[in-house]
Antibody, heavy 123, light 106 residues
Framework: EAQLVESGGTVVQPGGSLRLSCAASGFTFDDYAMHWVRQAAGEGLEWVSL????????SYADSVKGRFTVSRDNNKKSLYLQMNSLRAEDTALYYCAKDMGSTTGSDDGFDIWGQGTKVTVAS | SYELTQPLSVSVALGQTAKISCGGNKIGSRNVHWYQQKPGQAPVLVIY???NRPSGIPERFSGSYSKSTATLTVSSAQAEDEADYYCQMWDSSTVVFGGGTKLTVL
């Protein structure tokens, strides 16, 4: 069974840093692009970042550009999100999600989602 | 930045048909995907590439589009279909979600 499991979420002070991880299993990880999507409490889904199957193509939402860095290790079947200069508005549940395609601009949906890891930015 | 517009809420009587709209001026030129999210759970893909159902999704879920509006239709709505629904599209190399629609089954 295909599965994604996020980890790394915690409480961090404004201006701090955090690294989220997402472990994949049950599918050929290096065939697919991967995404981070976040959801603040009681709010809708907000796309954060994507990385192509081989890491050569990366894209970010304007709200995190310059502060967040996405990466992947296909040997470890893992996706990462390095979050720097964190703000209160970054507080959310962070999901990793598998694209049905392999590249940026795949025009495809996300068919597998993890259960999310919670990030709280507060002093 | 590109936006997708959804109604905040839609209500449907048990066993009737619900239609959830998603508006955007690039609809028709790129695929629309739909997700269902129940409280405390991760989103689930229910329609991809405008009208395709993933395996395991009931046939009562269907998707379509016309001009600048995509529509998710839930036929013969069941109590378990009560959830938030989000449309999603790609805009160049970024991704956009609609604001979400809460479907209430009465």
């Amino acid at each position: 069974e295909a599965q994604l499991v996020e980890s790394g979420g915690t409480v961090v002070q404004p201006g701090g840093s955090l690294r989220l991880s997402c472990a994949a299993s049950g599918f050929t990880f290096d065939d697919y692009a991967m995404h981070w999507v976040r959801q603040a409490a009681g709010e809708g889904l907000e796309w954060v970042s994507l990385i192509s199957w081989d890491g050569s193509e990366i894209s970010y939402a304007d709200s995190v550009k310059g502060r967040f860095t996405v990466s992947r290790d296909n040997n470890k079947k893992s996706l990462y999100l390095q979050m720097n200069s964190l703000r209160a508005e970054d507080t959310a549940l962070y999901y990793c999600a598998k694209d049905m395609g392999s590249t940026t601009g795949s025009d495809d949906g996300f068919d597998i989602w993890g259960q999310g890891t919670k990030v709280t930015v507060a002093s | 930045s590109y936006e997708l517009t959804q109604p905040l809420s839609v209500s449907v009587a048990l066993g009737q048909t619900a239609k959830i709209s998603c508006g955007g001026n690039k609809i028709g030129s790129r695929n629309v995907h739909w997700y269902q999210q129940k409280p405390g759970q991760a989103p689930v893909l229910v329609i991809y590439r405008d009208h395709n159902r993933p395996s395991g999704i009931p046939e009562r879920f269907s998707g379509s589009y016309s001009k600048s509006t995509a529509t998710l239709t839930v036929s013969s709505a069941q109590a378990e279909d009560e959830a938030d629904y989000y449309c999603q599209m790609w805009d160049s190399s970024t991704v956009v979600f609609g604001g979400g629609t809460k479907l209430t089954v009465l």
